[in-house]
Nanobody, 125 residues
Framework: QVHLVESGGGSVQTGGSLRLSCVDSGDISSYYCMGWFRQAPGKEREAVAVIDSGGSTRYADSVKGRFTISQDNAKNTLYLEMNSLKPDDTGMYFC???????????????????WGQGTQVTVSS
């Protein structure tokens, strides 16, 4: 059974940094892609960054140049390094994974079959 657990969220001021982690109870190298999504209050869940098994990455335009996604297969851990944080980055951040390429192509929530419970990020002005 897949078990993704996020950590690293918190409250920071504008311009601050956080590093999110997502640990999998199994072998993350078995996934085709993993990613980070976020959901702000009253808004839909959106893709922030995804990484495929070859290490290729994709980012939402709103976070390019500020966020970096990476993974450590030896530790079965996915990371999201977030710098220059803005109030608009506030939300619940979720780790997601899938065994197929579809999510990598579409960045759609529905194309990722495995999810963590989320970690809250709050950025104050």
């Amino acid at each position: 059974q897949v078990h993704l657990v996020e950590s690293g969220g918190g409250s920071v001021q504008t311009g601050g940094s956080l590093r999110l982690s997502c640990v999998d109870s199994g072998d993350i190298s078995s996934y085709y892609c993993m990613g980070w999504f976020r959901q702000a209050p009253g808004k839909e869940r959106e893709a922030v960054a995804v990484i495929d098994s070859g290490g290729s990455t994709r980012y939402a335009d709103s976070v390019k140049g500020r966020f970096t996604i990476s993974q450590d297969n030896a530790k079965n851990t996915l990371y999201l390094e977030m710098n220059s944080l803005k109030p608009d980055d506030t939300g619940m951040y979720f780790c997601a994974a899938d065994h197929t390429r579809l999510g990598w192509v579409t960045l759609a929530e529905s194309d990722f079959n495995f999810w963590g419970q989320g970690t809250q990020v709050t950025v104050s002005s």
